[in-house]
């Protein structure tokens, strides 16, 4: 099985940072790419950043440039670096890893049980 894990939210005023941290742990073969994810309450989960094996980020357009994400594959880690805060990126962020688990040759999504990052004004 594979467990993740994030850590790192909190409460920070409007213009601050934080840094949330993922870690991928269990039984892996591989992991394929990781992501951040966060949900407001009354809306739908969304994507905020991922980054595959090789390093390639994708964000959504409402945190590029201040957001950023790397990862380090030695550590199954995933991090996101969140610059200039406003109270709108408050929610509970998840981590995703998508990874491969010996034997099955199909990868499968799995995710951690969230962080909240609250942004006051």
């Known amino acids: 099985q594979v467990q993740v894990v994030e850590s790192g939210g909190g409460q920070v005023q409007a213009g601050g940072s934080l840094r949330l941290s993922c870690a991928a742990s269990g039984t892996i073969f591989s992991i394929n790419h990781m992501g951040w994810y966060r949900q407001a309450p009354g809306n739908q989960r969304e994507l905020v950043a991922t980054?595959?094996?090789?390093?390639?980020?994708n964000y959504a357009d409402s945190v590029k440039g201040r957001f950023t994400i790397s990862r380090d594959n030695a550590k199954n880690t995933v991090y996101l670096q969140m610059n200039s805060l406003k109270p709108e990126d408050t929610a509970v962020y998840y981590c995703?890893?998508?990874?491969?688990?010996?034997?099955?040759?199909?990868?499968?999504?799995?995710w951690g049980r969230g962080t909240q990052v609250t942004v006051s004004s």
């Open positions: 980054v595959t094996s090789g390093g390639s980020s």
């Open positions: 995703n890893a998508n990874a491969n688990i010996p034997g099955i040759l199909r990868a499968y999504n799995y």
